[in-house]
Structure formats: C-alpha cells, structure tokens
C-alpha cells in the first residue's frame, strides 16, 4: 500500500472516529448525569450500530438478492457443469470454453457471487478503523485531563505547605474521583468498554498507551496514572461473554446463509480441482468465525459490543429473509407444478 492509500485510510478512520467518539457520544452524554450500569460509550456503539445497519440495510438486502440469484443459477447449471467436465476431460481449454459459455447464457457473474463478500468485508474494515480512532482518542483525552487534575493539585498553592507523599497523595485522589466521575465507561460486567472483554488490564499500561498517544511521556504517564491502575487492574476486565456470543453468532450465521454460499466451478477447473475449491471454502467458513473471535478477543469491548449487535440484527434479517423467500420458492413450485399439469 502506497503513501497516498495509507493517508487515505488514516483519514477515513478519523472521520469515522470523529463521527463516533466526538459527535455521537458527546450528544448521548448529555442525555444523562448517571451511567452508571450501562456506560454513555456503550449506548453510543448500539446507536451508530443501529444507524449504521439502518442505512446498508438496503444493501445487504441487495447482497442476499444476488447469492439467492447466483444460488439458484448454480443449481440450474450444474448438471450441464458435470456434463462438459466429462466431455472434455483433460482438456482445460476447452473445459475453460464451454464453462464461460455456459455462465454467458445463464447470465451468471463470477464477480457478482464475489461482491457480497467484498463490500461486507469493506464496510467490516471501516469501521474496525473507526473504532480504534474512537479508542484512541478517549485515551489521549482521559490521560491529557487527568494530567491537568494531577497538575493543578499537586501545584496548588493551598497545598503548598504539604510534603511530595502528601501532596501526591492529594493529586491520586483527585485523579481517581475525576476518572470515576467523568471518563469511566464500563458495560454492567465489563469494567472499561475501551478494553477487550477478556484478562486485558482495564488501564492501558504506558507502552499500550504509547500506540494510541503520540510523544506520549510514558514517566509522566505512569505517575498520572498510577492509582487507576492499582484499583483497576486487579482482575480481569472482562469475562469473555461478548467474545463467545460474537463467536456462536457467526456459527449460527454460517448455516442461516448455507445455502446461499455455494461456490461457482471456475472456467478450467477439472473435477478434482472443483472438488478442493468446495473443501476450502468449507473450511474458510469456520475460519471466517474464528476470526471475528480473535478481533474480539484483542481489540476493544466497544468494538466487539458493535460485532455483536450487528450480528444479532444480522442474525435477526437472516432468519426473516429465509423464511419469506422459503415461502417465495414453495409459491413458484407449486405454481411450475400447476402449470405443468394443466399442459
């Protein structure tokens, strides 16, 4: 990837942070001085979810109209696929002819069964982008205003007369009652939504800091935040709950669109060949789920929290869509059927 595409993306993902972190959480904050179970970021990850699915959902519609379409076609086809294969044998030019000449008049597009997953996958990356900028972003602005508080305590002039043990002393407790008042985003068992929900420390350490700060002071870092982490980073962060339901979410996704995701006979492939494509996209679907875990398992809490509301309305539309086109399918058998037999 080239300078300008790396700029283009950095570019892209603090739009898409700006839009979540800036103007969205900043506008669900004012809605209350208490969030005390479920935190103000939380709301704000189902909000733009929902938004979000809101707005693609004409384009997912379209992405399941075309692997319906393509699903059918393939169907039609394949015993004509078998056919030519046993026709030319080992003739892969004339295998690779007849196969394109097959899909030209069934109409039937290699890049269209493709495209679903593209964009799918493009909007995915997108928004993983945006919410680490969001991350980002709440920590460089946790850590510059509670080095302010730290600051304006321990330099005090009421304070002046104190000892250093007393006066950091001072500053610590300001440091954790700012934090606990004002930037502390949990999500009723998870203590910080803005790390994973899984043994990863609630307070970033400085060298995690460092990735999401830039020139950060890690020795001012470590003083300024010392008492969070020693009341916060005892234990887990979280329990895994939201990486498993994103786990079992993606299985059951998985057979919902079994039907949909056959793979077409690329022009050339011999029978053999066919047959690995088939077993590798087998496999590739139970790596799509293992995947989507291990984003889980290192990333943020609010971007797994994200995963899984989108698979859970995905899950939800998934469901609606089968059994309104399973009804769609028996209608226009049954209707083949009775014009067959008034023939």
């Not at 519609?61 to 394949?78: G, P, S």
């Not at 004002?182 to 990863?200: G, N, R, V």
């Not at 809490?301 to 995963?307: C, D, G, I, N, R």
Request: hydrophobic share 45%; with cysteine.
């Amino acid at each position: 990837m080239d300078i300008v595409s790396l700029i283009s993306c950095a570019a892209l993902n603090n739009a898409i942070g700006d839009l979540i972190y800036k103007y969205l959480y900043g506008w669900v904050q004012t809605w209350s001085d208490n969030w005390s179970v479920i935190g103000a970021f939380s709301v704000t990850v189902i909000m733009f979810t929902l938004f979000l699915k809101i707005i693609v959902f004409p384009l997912d519609i379209w992405q399941k109209e075309v692997m319906r379409r393509n699903a059918k076609k393939m169907e039609k086809m394949r015993p004509a696929l078998e056919k030519i294969q046993k026709q030319c044998g080992s003739n892969r030019e004339l295998l690779m002819q007849k196969q394109r000449a097959l899909y030209k008049e069934n109409k039937y597009s290699m890049f269209g069964s493709c495209l679903p997953m593209i964009v799918t996958l493009a909007v995915f990356f997108i928004v993983f982008g945006g919410y680490n900028a969001a991350v980002s972003k709440h920590t460089q602005e946790t850590f510059s205003a509670l080095d302010k508080v730290y600051t304006s305590v321990y330099e005090s002039p009421e304070n002046e007369a104190l000892s250093d043990e007393e006066k950091t002393a001072k500053a610590e407790e300001a440091v954790l009652k700012a934090y606990e008042e004002e930037y502390k985003e949990s999500f009723i068992w998870i203590k910080s939504i803005f790390a994973a929900d899984t043994w990863a420390d609630t307070i970033p350490s400085a060298a995690d800091a460092q990735k999401n700060i830039t020139d950060l002071n890690t020795a001012r870092y470590e003083v300024v935040m010392k008492p969070l982490m020693e009341k916060y980073n005892e234990g887990w962060n979280g329990y895994l709950i939201l990486p498993i339901v994103v786990l079992l979410l993606n299985i059951v996704s998985i057979f919902l669109n079994k039907q949909q995701m056959q793979q077409p006979a690329v022009p050339g492939q011999t029978e053999e060949q066919a047959k690995a494509q088939k077993t590798q996209a087998k496999i590739m679907q139970f790596i799509m789920p293992i995947m989507m875990f291990g984003f889980a398992l290192f990333y943020s809490a609010a971007f797994t929290l994200y995963m899984m509301v989108n698979m859970v309305f995905t899950t939800i539309i998934n469901i609606v869509y089968n059994v309104i086109t399973k009804k769609k399918d028996a209608e226009e058998r049954d209707r083949i059927l009775s014009t067959t037999f008034k023939k």
